[in-house]
């Protein structure tokens, strides 16, 4: 069974930073792309990132570059957005999403976590 | 960047009626290449993360009842609901996954009427 569990969301001041974890099982993690995707309350969905399944290939929404990075450990199947000089509006639910498609960057989300929250509040 | 634009933002439809939800790309995200359209529908309900209802714009996603069908090619798509349930009470999203910013519209939030 495909499992991921994000962690790591917390309440930080404005311009703190967090690293937020997504633990995973039930896949090949290697060979699948990963994503985060965000959601504040009331709003719709926010596509934050995108890591290639080798790692060597990344994307970031232009909210977020040069403040997020988004990164990967193969060997302990598990996806990590660190995260930087934090805004009121990047307060969200986080949410990190399996590619459907081995190999390939370019591909749909299939499996989800429940999320992991984030307030930006001092 | 590719911006997606849905339309309308809410709809209400009777139980048994046709839903139907549209979704418009700033650009092409028909790949030449394999004939492949780089879009995704999902479905969210409140206080759940988004499930994956459609890919390559028509492909139905493993046990994902038949009344939901995508359908468009090119730049204009659309995502309809043969007979509306009332499980499917939900906010729909589209995705584009053809340029390396994997954007989503902005949401449709479907009620019974």
């Known amino acids: 069974e495909v499992q991921l569990l994000e962690s790591g969301g917390d309440l930080v001041q404005p311009g703190g930073s967090l690293r937020l974890s997504c633990t995973t099982s039930?896949?090949?993690?290697?060979?699948?792309?990963m994503s985060w995707v965000r959601q504040a309350a009331g709003k719709g969905l926010q596509w934050v990132s995108t890591i290639s399944a080798s790692g060597g290939n990344t994307h970031s929404a232009d909210s977020v570059k040069g403040r997020f990075t988004i990164s990967r450990d193969n060997s302990r199947n598990t996806l990590f957005l660190q995260m930087k000089t934090l805004r009121a509006e990047d307060t969200a639910i986080y949410f990190c999403a399996k590619a459907r498609v081995p190999v390939e960057y370019s591909s749909s989300s299939d499996y989800w976590g429940q999320g992991t929250l984030v307030i930006v509040s001092s | 960047d590719i911006v997606m634009t849905q339309s309308p933002d809410s709809l209400a439809v009777s139980l048994g009626e046709r839903a139907t939800i549209n979704c418009k790309s700033s650009q092409s995200i028909l790949y030449r290449s394999d004939n492949k359209n780089y879009l995704a529908w999902y479905q969210q309900k409140p206080g759940q993360p988004p499930k994956l209802l459609i890919y390559w714009a028509s492909t139905r996603e493993s046990g994902v009842p038949d009344r939901f069908s995508g359908s468009g090619s090119g730049t204009d798509f659309t995502l309809t609901i043969s007979s509306l349930q009332a499980e499917d009470v939900a906010i729909y999203y589209c995705q584009q996954y053809y340029g390396d910013l994997h954007t989503f519209g902005q949401g449709t939030n479907l009620e019974i009427k």
């Open positions: 039930g896949f090949n993690f290697r060979t699948y792309a």
